[in-house]
């Protein structure tokens, strides 16, 4: 029975033999290729050394290849509210700028809420290190689970705690001492805040902000807005008494010439 399938060469999972084969063919062409038995993979070599090798018919039914469109205003105007090409690489450079300069917040964030944990040591509740703890084994697990279908196996799960539990101790830790800096400095996040947060991932995301109101409706999901935004605004207030200095990155030594006749 023939079974049709579509393939592009270098990115269809198929065997390497039919991808080799299908080098070069014409349309209406048949070639025959033998798969499995001993002459097979490496792998499998050793385990189908007496199996016999199976031969199948491969027939080339269309040749298509890929066109890629013209980069002129028309292409410009099919991508959006675009006029000219001008316009729309503006805006692409635009939003790889906003890209790279969130990117460097919160690498920025990170390090300073690093330092800021390490120059404040405290003893963390218990009950809040471990119900974090959990909520991150589970996410996860959950993560895990997509990509290995049946779930990740006990060893697994053990490194999973450990990371967990680790990670559990600075979020504790860290939102402590944010909170304690919010009362300090008198900041709060009201829910205008946070409503005005939700519309500008609404747009940024190119959602409809009700779908996006309700799925932060959900529980919990509005209370972490809350903190990220507290931990926004106190990282702003933070950073101006932060001395950052620039440093170029250290160059790799060029290679000692060899002596000669060496």
């Not at 070069?24 to 290729?33: A, K």
């Not at 779908?211 to 605004?233: I, S, T, W, Y």
């Not at 950073?239 to 290679?255: A, G, H, Q, R, Y």
Request: hydrophobic letters at 40%; one cysteine or more; a negative charge.
């Amino acid at each position: 029975a023939w079974t049709n399938r579509d393939v592009v060469i270098g990115e269809t999972a198929i065997e390497k033999e039919v991808e080799e084969i299908l080098v070069g063919m014409h349309v209406d062409e048949e070639r025959v290729v033998e798969l499995g038995g001993a002459e097979g993979d490496a792998d499998t070599a050793e385990v189908d050394k007496d199996k016999e090798r199976a031969r199948y018919l491969v027939k080339l039914i269309m040749l298509r290849g890929r066109k890629l469109s013209e980069l002129d205003d028309e292409f410009a105007k099919d991508m959006g509210d675009y006029e000219t090409l001008d316009d729309l690489k503006k805006s692409i450079e635009e939003r790889l700028q906003e890209r790279a300069t969130k990117e460097e917040e919160q690498r920025l964030m990170g390090l300073l809420f690093d330092k800021v944990r390490e120059k404040n040591p405290m003893e963390l509740p218990p009950s809040l290190v471990e119900r974090q703890k959990m909520a991150l084994a589970m996410r996860l697990q959950s993560s895990l689970a997509m990509i290995e279908k049946e779930g990740p196996e006990a060893a697994e799960r053990e490194k999973i705690f450990e990371r967990a539990e680790s990670a559990a101790n600075d979020m504790v830790h860290q939102h402590l001492l944010i909170l304690e800096c919010a009362r300090h400095y008198d900041v709060k996040i009201e829910d205008a805040d946070i409503d005005e947060a939700i519309s500008e991932i609404a747009v940024e995301n190119g959602y409809p902000e009700p779908m996006v109101k309700a799925e932060f409706a959900k529980e919990g999901r509005r209370d972490e807005l809350a903190n990220q935004l507290l931990e926004k605004k106190i990282f702003d207030l933070m950073l101006p008494k932060v001395k950052i200095e620039e440093v170029d990155p250290p160059t790799v030594s060029e290679k000692p010439a060899e002596d000669e006749g060496a």
